[in-house]
Structure formats: C-alpha cells, structure tokens
T-cell receptor, first 112, second 113 residues
Framework: AQSVTQLDSQVPVFEEAPVELRCNYS??????LFWYVQYPNQGLQLLLK??????LVKGINGFEAEFNKSQTSFHLRKPSVHISDTAEYFC??????????FGTGTSLTVIP | DAGVIQSPRHEVTEMGQEVTLRCKPI?????LFWYRQTMMRGLELLIY????????DSGMPEDRFSAKMPNASFSTLKIQPSEPRDSAVYFC???????????FGPGTRLTVL
C-alpha cells in the first residue's frame, strides 16, 4: 500500500527567508512523486514532478525538490519566499502515473 | 486549451435535495477523477474513470453518491439525497495515459443547509 505523510500542517515563514516543506512516502514499488500548490479558492496546480533521472527537480516559481530514495522523502524547498507563495501545498505519489495519492497538505504562510 | 471545466462553481441547497455536479475534462484526456476536499479529511479520491469506464469507486462514501461518464467529454457526480455533511469542495481532474500529471478544475463549492 502507498501512503504520503506531510509532517507539517502549517508553516509560517518570513518573507525572503528560505523554506522547506517535508514529504515522506511509503511504497514497496517505484513511484512517481509530485508537488501541487493550491491558492485560495482555486484548484490544484502542478509545481513539479519526479519521474526518473536526476533526483533534484526544479519547478515553477523558483521551487525545487529532491528525491531521496533511501529516506523515502521528497521535500520541497525555496531559497527565498514571497508573499505570493502563501498557499496550501500538497505532496502526491503515484506508481502508475494515473491514480494519485495525496498528502494532507501543508499551509504555507509568508509573513511580511 | 480551456482546461478542466466544472459547473456550477458554487451550489447552495437544502438537505434532501438532489445535487448534480458537472465536469468537462481536457480534450484528448482519457482519465477523469472526482475528489472531495474538506478541512477534516483533506483531499479524498471519490472515483476515477479510464476511457469512460469506472475503474475504482472505493472512495464513494455511500449509495447516495453516484458518478457517470457517458462520453469522453462529460462527467457528472450526483448526490441524492444531499446531507449537510456533504458540504465540501468537489474537484474534477483529468489526465492522459503517459502524461503523468493530473490537471484540476477550479472546483465546485457545495453547501448543504
């Protein structure tokens, strides 16, 4: 069975500070990994995805994530956050590329 | 590309009424997913279709919920009768085989009084 754990439900961070949102997964087979962002009153939008190859994945809006197979993690990072990054962030896994399993989400609040 | 289209965007109804949510997937996509999002339970997969056929409906909460996909460009999620605990945001998403990404619609915010 697959599961996704987002360890932090809420992350407050000051503007221009770095941030890391944590995601761990459990799976007995190879997986595809994703981060989605949800702005208030909107649907989910893909930030980045890991399918294979380089373990460091770069996405939109300056975000990046690193796949660590030994630690079964896929943490999301940004070196300097903006007010506009305030949103809900979801980690997801899939082993078929079709059906996704989402984490419970992390609410990122950027403080001016 | 218009993206995934959902209607209505907001629905307010009274307990016991029938509610129908609609989704138009991105043209050419062959998989469609219905999710429900609440504060308490987060994002839950209700059902997904592949080539218009329901593949996994294990997430449908009970018999009051039903979903159909009569053709590749349209799907409905129906709740009959509705209850206050059904209040949530319902998302539709679509994808295509080999694309490894789901595209989400803007959601329907359902309030059952």
């Amino acid at each position: 069975a697959q599961s996704v754990t987002q360890l932090d439900s809420q992350v407050p961070v000051f503007e221009e500070a770095p941030v890391e949102l944590r995601c761990n997964y459990s799976s007995s087979v190879s997986v595809y990994l994703f981060w989605y962002v949800q702005y208030p009153n909107q649907g989910l939008q893909l930030l980045l995805k890991y399918l294979s190859g380089s373990t460091l994945v770069k996405g939109i809006n300056g975000f990046e994530a690193e796949f660590n197979k030994s630690q079964t993690s896929f943490h999301l990072r940004k070196p300097s956050v903006h007010i506009s990054d305030t949103a809900e962030y979801f980690c997801a896994v899939s082993f078929t590329g079709n059906q996704f399993y989402f984490g419970t989400g992390t609410s990122l609040t950027v403080i001016p | 590309d218009a993206g995934v289209i959902q209607s209505p965007r907001h629905e307010v109804t009274e307990m016991g009424q029938e509610v129908t949510l609609r989704c138009k997937p991105i043209s050419g996509h062959n998989s469609l997913f219905w999710y429900r999002q609440t504060m308490m339970r987060g994002l839950e997969l209700l059902i997904y279709f592949n080539n218009n056929v329901p593949i996994d409906d294990s997430g449908m909460p009970e018999d009051r919920f039903s979903a159909k996909m009569p053709n590749a460009s349209f799907s409905t999620l129906k709740i009959q009768p509705s209850e206050p605990r059904d209040s949530a945001v319902y998302f539709c998403a679509s994808s295509s085989t080999g694309r490894n990404e789901q595209f989400f619609g803007p959601g329907t915010r359902l309030t059952v009084l």
